[in-house]
């Protein structure tokens, strides 16, 4: 089991330094990756959170961290692939591998806020068909000597692309849980990367995958099975707990084990916990906590 952890450029906090540091903390304490999430606008919940707080853009905070570490996969979970343009995300990403000695893994969604795809003149209607061309284009830049793509929104061909990758392409992990997202996984995706979803949910999910994947002529043993899990950096009460069982208790690492567990049976390879709190002092302990208490139980 590979464990990841999220960087908190989602949390409003007012110095971007103190950010940083989490980078260089989750390596030294023995994660194996490192995530950030991707707004562009306060909205909705976020802006509920936040109010006009930073909300730093995921491509820059791993591309600094991509200095300041040597050995942590950089992640995305999730970049909602409707909001960017294919070719520059896929130069970016590309850029970031080269810079990174081939540690970029790109999780990708859809997205699910009606106020950003309005505010972006992007329409969510058409949000899975905008994912799954942003997904094909990048690929085929990244692999294709002379890349080319047609379709009534893109059209490039005999046109050079570069950098590629340091990796043969960089992974791209699908989001979501829906079944649009699981047909995408299993046709496009190199792994599957879903939050919220139970230890049960995900066993019965993968196998359909894999049985879509087999039917599309995909081999899906060189897929990755992710998933990205809530954990409360406060403690809440236990009836709490109950109503949202998905959800990972900080302040109880034999549960934290327990659980964690249940997702490895379920055949997950690679965890993703996501601390979800803005308090610096917090976060940082309880990373400490996982590196020390949790994550050796699992190596």
Excluded at 91 to 96: D, P, S, W
Excluded at 187 to 216: C, F, L, M, N
Aim: charged share 20%.
């Amino acid at each position: 089991m590979k464990f990841g952890v999220t960087i908190p450029n989602n949390w409003g906090i007012e110095d971007p330094k103190q950010v940083l540091e989490f980078g260089p903390l989750a390596e030294n304490l023995g994660y194996d990756s490192v995530w950030v999430m991707d707004h562009l606008f306060n909205t909705g919940y976020i802006r509920e959170r936040l109010e006009d707080k930073p909300y730093y853009h995921p491509m820059a905070i791993l591309s600094f961290l991509a200095a300041t570490t040597s050995k942590v996969t950089l992640g995305t979970s999730v970049l909602v692939l409707p909001y960017h343009n294919p070719v520059e995300l896929a130069k970016y990403a590309a850029t970031l591998d080269q810079v990174s000695d081939g540690r970029v893994t790109l999780g990708v969604g859809v997205g699910a806020m009606t106020e950003e795809f309005d505010a972006l003149g992007v329409s969510m209607r058409e949000r899975g068909s905008l994912t799954n061309e942003c997904i094909d284009i990048m690929k085929e830049l990244w692999s294709s000597h002379l890349p080319k793509y047609q379709n009534k929104r893109w059209d490039f061909s005999d046109l050079y692309f570069s950098p590629k990758p340091v990796q043969p392409s960089i992974p791209v992990w699908v989001g979501g849980s829906s079944p649009g997202a699981i047909k995408r996984t299993a046709v496009r995706g190199d792994g599957w990367h879903p939050t919220g979803v139970s230890a049960e949910g995900y066993a019965i999910t993968k196998q359909e995958i894999i049985q879509a994947a087999t039917a599309a002529g995909r081999d899906s043993s060189k897929m990755t099975w992710s998933t990205r899990v809530e954990v409360e950096v406060h403690g809440r009460p236990s009836s709490e707990r109950a109503a949202s069982r998905n959800t990972l208790p900080g302040d109880d690492p034999a549960k934290m084990v327990a659980d964690i567990r249940a997702y490895q049976d379920a055949g997950v390879d690679h965890i993703v916990l996501a601390l979800n709190s803005g308090d610096v002092l917090a976060l940082k302990q309880l990373m400490e906590t996982i590196a020390a208490e949790i994550m050796p139980e699992f190596r």
